[in-house]
């Protein structure tokens, strides 16, 4: 009997000596080999670090959008688009004349108009005053007012490109002035400034009044300008240019 059970204690520690230590693993069913421990932890730390550099650059990401919505929302506003922006002519008339050194034509138009720009320009020893305007069609209307700083006349050249280089197709007389004019309803306001235009004289400045709307429109702003223009050569000392500017930085470009 005890020759019996020393037999049964050897093959048990034999059995016992030959199976691998560590823990087992349900997809072997046995223990892990040394290698496949190191394997499988190489390949845990791999997927680790993979996971971390997508949790990281979601993240990152996150930030900066919330970093351009909080830029975003902190922008200032205004309440309106391009389409109701509208220049004040008769303060940037104001502000332009001294240096102009004569007063600058602020026609009267229609409420609904839009000055889009109005400011003092200079081409060489050309002076001149520039109003464009959105007119209550969505059309372009403009009033240039030049003038030479060392010649008695505007250059003819010059006058020919602000009217985009088209032929003079008649003469008419509005409000007091005769105006040469441009009609050339014919063209693409899509391509073109000029559809209808006037060209007139007062005294050493060149008038100019041309756009894309009908021709009655602009035939109206001409009488506006032509109005003002007739106006101020009256309060000028009679020498048959635009008056001259107010003495007075205060008083506005329309004399009041």
Request: no cysteine; charged share 20%.
């Amino acid at each position: 009997m005890a020759a019996e059970k020393n037999a049964a204690h050897e093959n048990a520690a034999g059995t016992s000596a030959a199976r691998p230590s560590g823990t087992v693993v349900a997809e072997l069913g046995r223990p892990e080999t040394p290698a496949e421990t190191a394997a499988r932890k190489a390949h845990d730390s791999r997927m680790y670090r993979q996971r971390k550099t997508v949790n990281n650059l979601v993240f990152s990401l996150l930030v900066s959008l919330g970093a351009v919505l909080l830029i975003v929302l902190m922008v200032p506003r205004g309440t309106g688009g391009f389409e109701d922006y509208s220049v004040d002519v008769a303060a940037a008339a104001s502000t332009s004349s001294p240096s102009a050194g004569r007063q600058l034509i602020v026609p009267e138009v229609p409420a609904e108009w839009k000055a889009k720009q109005a400011d003092l320009r200079t081409d060489g020893s050309i002076q001149y005053w520039y109003i464009g305007y959105t007119t209550a069609n969505g059309a372009y209307a403009a009033v240039v007012q030049a003038f030479d700083t060392e010649r008695a006349a505007v250059d003819e050249r010059w006058i020919a490109e602000r009217l985009e280089k088209q032929t003079a197709t008649g003469t008419e007389t509005i409000g007091g002035i005769e105006w040469t004019v441009y009609d050339h309803s014919e063209r693409s306001p899509d391509g073109a400034n000029v559809l209808f235009g006037l060209e007139g004289r007062l005294g050493d400045t060149t008038l100019l009044v041309f756009g894309t709307d009908r021709p009655e429109v602009i035939r109206e702003l001409a009488a506006q300008v032509a109005a003002f223009g007739g106006a101020t050569v009256g309060s000028g000392g009679g020498d048959g240019t635009v008056g001259d500017a107010p003495s007075d930085p205060g008083r506005s470009a329309t004399g009041e």
